[in-house]
């Protein structure tokens, strides 16, 4: 009676020593990682100088559909300080708008002239196809589908890789008459510095396949989650701070450390242009097949472009944690404290560093790549010729283009 009594007692208080260790340990935690990430913030620089990136020439891709408040607001202005930075001869600036209905034309001519002004060498181009247009035409052969509601509509992603490679269409012609670049630079509309494109372009010393920033449109979410994979390929565990599930990108972001993973793509993209010049066919932007996508699975083609990337498994795709963007001014503010502080508080870093052991815990990776597998796996015994690697940025989703923006399905 009394020993067993004494047992119990002893074993409550083990359980009580252990939890206290824990929380003091989390709290160590907490301060260490904090100093860590304010002081991987305060090296960019020092990395941007360390970097001898000046002679690069860089390929400036981008598309814009409804953009003319971020245009305005900053972006504008900071692509031509960034082209100031690099300087005009060592720029191309390609752009891409199509079928906005606020005033995105005009914010870009204005944008136009300024490059103009600056000799800045362009390609802009405001294409007065809306959405209402590519959904009414009479459906094509490829980029359409059979949808659950009775119609053959358009499927987003394959538009998306249309325009996008769109806007690489005038790096082939200058390769062509014998006009190169080291990086191929794509700009979503996202607010940034000169200083943001300098450290990302620097990552890892400036060898990578794919270097990416981290975006925010609600802070202390992030936003691009169609992309993103950790080093094994899986989605984020959760979309705030540390995201990863594998220990390799969950440990790097941990320390504010260049993450590996496998796909990124998050506002801002600096790649190693040489495969899209190189290359015969080129590396471009492009849909899952259309007989894939009708066993309801879908992939972005800003990861798939990394899972054809030749380069990716042997350079590297990083997301940079230390080049932070935002969708609008409140946004980018938020993830830069002004302070010096690290860009995630102590509440942050305590809470989400239980919350990410919890969900690794009890949640499984194994249900999704099963249902994504047998799906692929159907497929490929349908079409034994046809094969896809980017497996990994599938997932369980049929969208399509609509009048006024996309829909699942
Ligand atoms: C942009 O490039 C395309 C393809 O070369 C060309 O057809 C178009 O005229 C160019 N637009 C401008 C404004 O230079
Ligand atoms: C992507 O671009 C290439 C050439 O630049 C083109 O042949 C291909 O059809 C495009 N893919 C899509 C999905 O539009």
């Known amino acids: 009676m009394v020993s067993a009594r004494l ?35 305060q090296l960019q620089n020092h990395r941007i100088q360390a970097f001898d990136g000046r002679h690069h020439k860089i390929y400036i891709a981008s598309e814009h ?46 944008l136009d002239t300024e490059l103009e002004r600056l000799s800045v060498p362009r390609n802009i181009t405001l294409d007065e196809h809306t959405h209402e247009d590519e959904i009414s035409r009479p459906p094509g052969t490829s980029g359409w589908i059979d949808t659950p509601r009775g119609k053959k509509e358009l499927r987003r992603v394959p538009y998306l890789s249309k325009i996008r490679n769109l806007t690489l269409r005038k790096l082939h012609e200058l390769a062509q008459s014998g006009e190169t670049f080291d990086r191929v630079l794509f700009l979503n509309d996202v607010v940034f510095t000169t200083q943001d494109i300098m450290a990302l372009l620097a990552t890892n010393d400036g060898q990578y396949a794919a270097a990416c920033s981290l975006d925010f449109a609600k802070p202390p979410t992030y936003y691009d989650t169609f992309a993103l994979r950790d080093s094994q390929g899986h989605e984020t565990v959760m979309q705030t701070w540390p995201y990863f599930r594998s220990r390799a990108s969950r440990t790097a972001i941990k320390y504010g450390q260049l993450v590996p993973v496998s796909s990124c793509w998050n506002g801002i993209v600096a790649m190693d242009a040489r495969p899209f010049i190189d290359l015969d066919p080129p590396l471009q932007f492009r849909g899952i097949p259309d007989s894939l996508a009708r066993a309801h699975l879908e992939g972005s083609e800003c990861c798939l472009i990394h899972a054809d ?64 597998g047998r799906r692929v796996k159907e497929w490929e015994k349908l079409h034994p010729d046809e094969q896809e690697p980017g497996e990994f940025c599938l997932i369980n989703e049929m969208q399509v283009l609509v009048e006024n923006g996309w829909a699942h399905v």
């Open 65 to 110: 559909w409804n953009n003319e408040a971020v245009l305005r607001e900053s972006w504008n202005a900071a692509l031509v300080d960034l082209t100031k930075m690099l300087g005009p001869q060592n720029v191309y600036v390609s752009i891409y708008e199509s079928g906005s209905w606020d005033n995105t034309k005009d914010a870009l001519r204005e």
């Open 309 to 372: 990337n030749g380069l990716s498994s042997s350079a590297g795709v990083w997301l940079n944690p230390n080049v932070r963007v935002g969708y609008r001014r409140a946004a980018y503010d938020a993830v830069h404290p002004l302070n010096g502080e690290a860009w995630v508080s102590a509440w942050q870093v305590f809470t989400g560093l239980w919350q990410n052991r919890i969900r690794r815990w009890t949640t499984t990776t194994r249900f999704k790549s099963w249902t994504v």
């Open 7 to 41: 047992r119990r007692s002893t074993k409550s208080r083990l359980l009580r020593i252990a939890l206290i260790i824990s929380l003091i340990w989390s709290l160590v935690e907490v301060v260490i990682i904090r100093r860590e990430l304010a002081l991987q913030d």
